[in-house]
């Protein structure tokens, strides 16, 4: 029996030394694939456990976590929509969005940088905090920024033009986040569904280029400061006036806003006429002399075809290539096939405003860890020299004269010299047009820049326009910073 | 000095080794001493109720952040049924082996632990069905009639007396779930009877019985079981009334897989017989014989009966969302589980720092995955490490013994905890297809609970008897 009872022994130790086995594989060999299948939610519950550290804005609080009985442990609650398009949303269903997902690390608590926080935590056993994110938002201009948007589609970008530090950033419609964060996923599935279905998506970020918009008129900035740049113009350079252009090598005529001549009925006007009066053909003209290639080089020292890491990621601004001289001088007054985000047109009056230096953009202050130790605080980054500070000069005391005494008036603030520009920008037959206002106060000392679009029309159709609709939302945002 | 003298006892080693079956018994003798000290044992169950204490403190620390009048409520009455257990061995049965108590003490702790650490999640999520303090009472319950046995049954010989009154026991307790009225579907198992309220699970009890049926069968009938008949292509079957038993336990055997639905129970018990019948005759044909008409029933039940093969493909595939979603067989709960382990690592999330709430009726046949995840891998060996060692002290007992009758008592009550381990815990591991079985000790439930600490109480008791026998060990002790 001695035999057999040891071979039985043998038995039990093959039986245990498979078990050893197969926990070995699930739990060290295969453990990191099986927390990495969607099906596994404990790696985002474990996420749950830290404290998720809060979004502020100028020492309001704009986004943060609360304690909780369920398994998730903390909810996170937002203040309002007015927000929504900076912060975004953190939600159990649909993931992040926004700085909540730009930033997650630091407000998960999981960066590189809160190391000793982490062995902190797993020594002591306090569970960890994330870390606090201060914005350079200033929350009474976000507020009157989405209000003054209100029920219009659109958005609003202001930065101040020395540092880069976005003021506001706002995209109409918001959404509540709130409703998102929740912790029933089914609910939170369906608010989330209610949101996609809508026709005028506010889950898209208007102000960074969730969509593009043609800029029209404002993008009249950018020819003039290639035109100046090129050393062949200046302010009052003179251009033929005639009442309708035929596009080289076509039938097609087009014309000035008023279908009349631009400005007086003088053969000649002055490209400083033409910008303060919105004029589309000497800028046609003037455009197709340029060449494409020179306007296209301008664009890319404002950052034009490039994306930028705010930290949210902006969809890069479009100038087109390849086109024909027709084709060129219609995107010479920002039709074509011109794209632009609302934050291109504030960067582009930002560097024009700030001597023609052109400073990155962030919405980000500092990252203070839970104890109030400084991880991160970005310096102003200069992208370099857009334009000449001549050039920018020249332009700024254009756009000057657009509000004081020309088409873009609706922009004047009483006491204060404003620089800006208007745009309506068509979008094919029977399209609304996208209405624009961008500009700076004050222009002898710039505290702001700003860019403001209305999409759809502003609901008026192809009856609004720019002046009408844009300039005074940008008017209110400029006031609100100045004011403050 | 009573005993052989050191001259004797030399020339009888020297004389045994003309037989070298005799002398591996013999140093399996000297070797395998069973540890008898009492005191050991106190010391043990002291360290035991001391780990306990302190995996409460540590699931009440880190789920509610403290210290409750519950943590006293669920340690105390196994700290003073454990020590009696151990004082009723002092004088009852005092040279019975000293590392089965505080093993089985704390396994069967840990499992209390982690189910009252489960209450918490469920209580969290306004779920009122609880088991830890069900559990502390089942194990008061089991600690009692485990020295119970020892105190009142002075020696294991007298269950020879009763072989087939064990058989008969054993197979009405297999089949009363069978019964109407009484009988109870629990996940698809016919393997419960509920009787004014309260379920049990008879199976458990009769794993005892039928392996006193089977240790007292086989010593009777080993010699004509062993004897050969006749030749069939070229192997040596037994003969044919021998094969009876044999026929009798593998129908037994799929009528409980057929008929209560369950793999594990029917794989329990005829692995059980097989491995009784191979130890008692020495011949590996009953084993390849058994194996096959197993194996070959277990495959037509696969083919015929949707249950059984959809469990086998949930086996093979868990991942697949076919097998994950499914509304019947559904692999979500093995799944959960290996998410679970995984989630545990290496060092585990620590007691109260995981998830084992989301894998489904965690705290019985997944408690294994839910310790997993909660101690880590170095955890799970520990716990496997703790069965080898309680399975490997009732081998020695097995071994040390010269009663051919004790001897299989006691592999054959070993076997069946190391086997129920492996088919639960391999079912959870993916290296059997999962079964109804609970895990020995750690898992909720009563009836699991009551039947191996009785088998821990028989080894306790056969270990003791090894003294009266074999007083030549005793003197080299």
Redesign the interface.
């Known amino acids: 029996?001695?035999?057999?009872?040891r071979?039985?022994?043998l038995?039990?130790?093959a039986?245990?030394f498979?078990?050893?086995m197969?926990?070995?594989?699930?739990?060290?060999l295969?453990?990191?694939s099986?927390?990495a299948?969607g099906?596994?939610?404990?790696?985002l519950?474990?996420s749950y456990k830290t404290q998720r550290g809060s979004i502020l804005a100028d020492g309001k609080l704009v986004a943060w976590s609360v304690k909780t009985?369920?398994?998730y442990q903390y909810l996170r609650e937002y203040d309002n929509e007015a927000f929504s398009a900076v912060t975004g949303f953190y939600s159990l269903a649909q993931g992040t969005t926004g700085i909540e997902s730009a930033l997650d690390s630091y407000l998960s608590g999981k960066n590189s940088s809160q190391f000793f926080e982490q062995v902190n935590s797993l020594l002591s056993g306090n569970p960890l905090a994330g870390a606090s994110v201060y914005l350079t938002i200033d929350p009474k201009v976000q507020q009157v920024a989405y209000e003054a948007l209100g029920k219009l589609t659109g958005a609003v970008v202001a930065i101040e033009p020395a540092t880069g530090k976005i003021l506001a950033l706002a995209s109409t419609p918001g959404f509540n986040a709130n409703l998102l964060a929740m912790h029933n996923t089914t609910v939170a599935n369906n608010n989330y569904q209610s949101l996609v279905s809508r026709t005028d998506s506010p889950l898209i970020n208007r102000a960074i280029g969730g969509e593009l918009y043609a800029p029209g008129s404002v993008f009249k900035i950018v020819v003039a400061s290639a035109a100046f740049e090129s050393g062949k113009y200046k302010p009052s350079s003179k251009l033929p006036n005639p009442k309708k252009f035929k596009l080289p090598g076509t039938t097609t005529y087009i014309y000035n806003s008023g279908e009349g001549k631009c400005g007086s009925s003088k053969p000649k006007v002055t490209i400083a006429d033409a910008l303060r009066f919105s004029c589309n053909i000497p800028f046609a003209e003037l455009g197709i002399a340029l060449g494409q290639d020179a306007i296209a080089a301008q664009a890319e020292r404002f950052g034009f075809g490039k994306s930028f890491d705010i930290p949210l990621r902006s969809t890069a601004s479009e100038y087109p290539t390849g086109m024909d001289d027709a084709q060129t001088g219609l995107s010479s007054f920002g039709q074509f096939n011109d794209k632009v985000s609302p934050l291109q047109m504030a960067m582009v009056s930002a560097a024009i405003a700030n001597g023609g230096v052109l400073m990155q953009p962030t919405l980000v202050n500092s990252v203070l860890s839970a104890n109030l130790a400084v991880l991160d605080r970005p310096s102003d980054i200069s992208l370099g020299q857009a334009v000449s500070a001549g050039t920018a000069s020249s332009i700024k005391d254009m756009m000057v004269a657009a509000v004081s005494k020309g088409v873009s008036s609706n922009g004047r603030i009483a006491g204060v010299k404003v620089a800006g520009k208007t745009g309506t920008a068509q979008n094919g037959p029977g399209q609304p047009y996208t209405l624009w206002f961008t500009g700076f106060a004050p222009a002898e000392n710039p505290q702001v820049a700003v860019a403001v679009v209305v999409a759809n029309g502003g609901g008026m159709g192809q009856r609004g326009f720019g002046n009408l609709l844009a300039a005074p939302i940008a008017r209110k945002v400029m006031k609100a910073v100045l004011n403050k | 000095m009573t005993g052989p003298s050191l001259l004797q006892r030399a020339s009888h080693v020297i004389k045994d080794q003309t037989d070298p079956?005799t002398i591996?018994?013999n140093i399996?003798r000297l070797i395998r001493v069973v540890p008898r000290s009492r005191n050991i044992e106190a010391i043990l169950i002291f360290f035991v109720l001391g780990l306990y204490a302190f995996e409460l403190a540590q699931v009440q620390l880190s789920t509610i952040a403290k210290l409750t009048p519950e943590f006293f409520m669920l340690w105390a009455p196994i700290a003073v049924l454990s020590v009696v257990f151990h004082v009723v061995l002092r004088f009852k049965a005092s040279e019975a082996d000293s590392l089965l108590l505080p093993i089985a003490l704390a396994l069967n702790t840990l499992g209390i632990a982690e189910i009252y650490r489960l209450d918490i999640a469920k209580t969290?999520?306004g779920d009122t069905d609880l088991f830890g303090f069900k559990q502390v009472i089942w194990a008061s319950v089991a600690l009692a009639i485990g020295f119970l046995v020892v105190w009142l049954v002075p020696t294991h010989l007298f269950l020879r007396r009763y072989v087939y009154i064990s058989m008969i026991i054993g197979v009405a307790l297999l089949l009363s779930p069978m019964l109407p009225f009484v009988g109870l579907k629990i996940n698809g198992a016919q393997l419960w009877i509920s009787v004014a309220g309260l379920t049990f699970q008879p199976g458990e009890l009769a794993k005892i019985a039928l392996t006193v049926f089977f240790a007292g069968y086989l010593v009777t009938h080993r010699d004509s079981l062993a004897a050969v008949g006749r030749k069939v292509l070229g192997i040596k079957l037994p003969q044919a009334r021998d094969l009876g038993p044999i026929l009798m336990i593998w129908l037994a055997s799929l009528a409980i897989l057929v008929l209560q639905r369950d793999l594990g129970t029917s794989l329990l018990y005829f692995g059980l017989f097989l491995?009784m019948i191979?130890?008692?005759t020495?011949r590996a044909i009953y084993v390849v014989v058994g194996l096959a008409v197993f194996g070959s029933g277990a495959f037509l039940a696969g083919r015929i009966l949707d249950y059984v093969g959809g469990r086998f493909d949930a086996w093979l595939n868990p991942?697949s969302d076919l097998h994950?979603k499914a509304d019947v067989n559904s692999s979500y709960q093995l799944?959960?589980g290996?998410?679970?382990?995984?989630?545990?690592?290496?060092w585990g999330t620590g007691l109260g720092g995981?998830?084992p709430q989301?894998v489904p009726v965690a705290e019985s046949d997944f408690i294994i995955s839910s310790l997993?995840e909660e101690l880590?891998?170095v955890g799970?060996?520990a716990i496997?490490g703790l069965?080898?060692l309680l399975?490997?002290r009732g081998?020695r007992i097995?071994?040390n013994h010269t009663d051919?009758f004790s001897?299989l008592l006691a592999?054959g009550l070993s076997?069946v905890i190391?086997?129920q381990?492996?088919i639960v815990?391999?079912g959870v591991?993916?290296?059997v297809p999962l079964t109804g079985l609970t895990t020995p000790f750690l898992a909720a439930g009563g009836s699991s609970l009551l039947a191996n600490w009785i088998i821990v109480a028989l080894l306790l008791r056969i270990s003791d008897s090894l003294k009266a026998e074999s007083p030549k060990v005793k003197a080299l002790a």
């Open positions: 029996m001695t035999r057999e009872m071979r039985v022994t038995l039990i130790f039986m245990f498979s078990l050893l197969a926990a070995s594989l699930i739990q060290f295969n453990a990191d099986l927390m299948d099906r596994n939610p404990r790696s519950y474990d009985d369920d398994k | 079956h591996t018994m399996g969290i999520a491995v191979y130890v008692a020495g991942f994950y799944v959960q290996l998410f679970g382990m995984a989630h545990g690592g290496i995981g998830f989301m997993g880590g891998l799970l060996f496997l069965y080898l399975v490997s081998l097995a071994f051919d001897k592999i076997f190391a086997l381990t492996f815990v391999g591991t993916r290296v």
